[in-house]
């Protein structure tokens, strides 16, 4: 088969090329990929690669068609539309995953390919309402972004949220999801043209990340602050987060695009009652849920771009150059 494969060091590593067509074992699945979508996960890999790594199938976003099922599968059928959970050997029951958690697509063989194999526990029913393209687009951004936002952060409607970088895969979803589970939801990026779409995705407000942002957060929620910040792009904007957060107010962390230290001041912090939770990815029992809900409301996640499997490694650069707004994914 056809696959992306990192070889090499940066994005340059990132080659389509022929590797081999993979099995399933016992309890997988083989699925004959219809479309698959791009992550930050995807760069960091690429940027990350290490002299003497072991060449893997790049991409942990997917959805198409079951091909063969391993020994022992009962509830799955060939021929049956699926959207795959990148979350593996995280079972539903575990708020926490064991050493045995992965995300799939490296060092496990993704999704940019034209098939992967995949535990069938990871394997769910497409949502009837979106197309491959779109099923593509959801799994890993917004089961990060459920779980940030329902889980972590325990969102009630009415509450105000802000996520800032909001026109990468996965704060786009959370300001989605935020909105249609009844928030107000206030959102940054440093892009205009993003900034307007963000507020037809129901963002009420969106503010320039690359401008002091707080002081307008403050205005809009009555000298609050937020309840909930989803943050994601570190560095960049932590210190207006941070000043954006209101009295009780839980600040979510699950990326730190822009850079990894930050330094605030403690006394506010714990004299305000706020706290900073960490989160990453999400089990099993969230990602069915995600499902429910995505399919219950009718969302589609936004779709930036779609790329033609052999232009898998130009999504790549799209993606690198932070032109997308929501998910860039790849059609096979
Ligand atoms: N822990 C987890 O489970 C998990 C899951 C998903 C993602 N992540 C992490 O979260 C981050 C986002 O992932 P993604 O796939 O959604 O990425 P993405 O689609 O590439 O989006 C990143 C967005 O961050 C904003 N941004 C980047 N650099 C910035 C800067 N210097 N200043 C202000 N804003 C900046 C940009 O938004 P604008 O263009 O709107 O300005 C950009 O579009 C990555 O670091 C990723 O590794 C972690």
């Known amino acids: 088969m056809r696959a992306l494969v990192l070889e090499g060091a940066g994005l340059e590593g990132a080659r389509l090329r022929d590797w081999p067509d993979p099995r ?24 990350g690669w290490k002299e003497g790594a072991q060449p893997g199938v790049l991409g942990s976003d997917g959805a198409g068609v079951i091909a063969e099922l391993g020994s022992g599968i009962s509830d799955s059928t060939v021929g049956a539309e699926v959207v795959i959970n990148p979350s593996l050997h995280w079972p539903a029951h ?19 390919a034209e098939a992967v194999v995949v535990p069938s526990a990871n394997v769910f029913r497409k949502p009837a309402h979106l197309s491959f393209e779109e099923a593509a687009a959801l799994p890993l951004s917004a089961l990060t972004a459920w779980r940030a936002l329902v889980t972590v952060g325990r969102l009630s409607p009415g509450e105000t949220v802000l996520v800032p970088g909001a026109g990468g895969g996965t704060a786009a979803a959370c300001v989605q999801l935020a909105h249609a589970l009844g928030a107000r939801v206030i959102a940054t990026s440093r892009d205009a043209a993003k900034r307007e779409k963000l507020k037809r995705l129901g963002a009420e407000l969106a503010l320039d990340s690359a401008a002091p942002f707080a002081d307008e957060v403050r205005k809009a929620t ?45 006394v506010p912090f714990f004299l305000s009652w706020q706290s900073v939770l960490g989160t990453t990815m999400g089990n099993a029992g969230e990602f069915a849920t995600m499902l429910a809900f995505v399919e219950r409301h009718r969302l589609v996640p936004p779709v930036d771009r779609i790329f033609p499997f052999d232009q898998a490694p130009e999504a790549l650069r799209h993606l690198n150059r932070s032109e997308q707004f929501g998910k860039v994914v790849v059609a096979f």
């Open 24 to 47: 399933p074992g016992p309890g997988e699945a083989l699925i004959r990929l219809r479309a698959a979508a791009l992550n930050h996960r995807d760069l960091w890999a690429c940027r």
């Open 94 to 112: 575990q708020p926490f995953p064991g050493p045995e958690f992965e995300i799939l697509g490296r060092p496990t063989d993704g999704t940019l």
């Open 222 to 266: 009555g000298g609050a602050g937020a309840d909930l910040v989803i943050e994601s792009v570190g560095r960049p904007t932590w210190g207006e987060s941070i000043k954006a957060l209101g009295r009780g107010g839980r600040l979510v962390i699950y990326g730190s695009t822009g850079g990894d230290a930050v330094e605030f001041n403690l």
